[in-house]
């Protein structure tokens, strides 16, 4: 008869990880978030490239998407390597291997210091499309820089949640001990 203390413990052959919750959110988010950025440059690009300017209407979406200042040009290529690495940090943190918890935390790092950058360097392009959008009236200056203020901190809020999420969990000890 065997006692309990003979008995293999369980997962003991299989080749299970064990992987936080939250790690397997965060490497979903990644990999979505990855592909998003990617996705959006592939589109972006589609959209310059099809937008016909002999037409000579002023297409304000073409606008906010042009990226006539050389800095933000750099920007675009330099997220799309990012959101690569995002994409491949998402499949090692699935696999729990330290590189995908470093990668997480180099994106979360250019990525806070990018949204400042880009939306900084995108506010004036903002304001032009509020200010033609508002049709020129007595208040429309006014209304315009409100509109493009509001317009910019939206989007720099959506931009620093998932890498706020990810250097507020993975700085974390207990999370790092996991790798």
Do not use: H
């Not at 397997?24 to 996705?39: C, E, P, Q, W, Y």
């Not at 990668?103 to 032009?128: D, H, T």
């Amino acid at each position: 008869m065997s006692s309990p203390d003979d008995l293999p413990e369980p997962n003991s052959d299989s080749k299970t990880v064990d992987r936080p919750l939250g790690v397997t959110i965060f490497a979903i988010l990644n990999v979505l978030f990855g592909l998003a950025g990617v996705g959006g440059f592939l589109v972006t690009s589609l959209v310059s490239l099809l937008s016909d300017p002999a037409q000579g209407t002023p297409n304000p979406i073409e606008e906010i998407l042009s990226v006539s200042n050389p800095i933000l040009t750099v920007l675009e290529w330099v997220n799309v390597v990012f959101s690569a690495a995002l994409i491949a940090s998402g499949i090692a943190l699935f696999k729990m291997r330290p590189v995908g918890r470093t990668l997480s935390l180099v994106y979360a790092f250019y990525s806070i210091g990018y949204v400042a950058l880009s939306n900084a360097l995108r506010f004036p392009l903002f304001y032009k499309v509020m200010l033609s959008a508002t049709g020129g009236g007595e208040d429309a200056e006014a209304i315009a820089q409100i509109a493009a203020i509001i317009f910019t901190v939206v989007i720099g809020f959506i931009g620093l949640l998932l890498p706020t999420a990810l250097l507020i969990y993975f700085l974390r000890a207990a999370v790092k001990a996991k790798f």
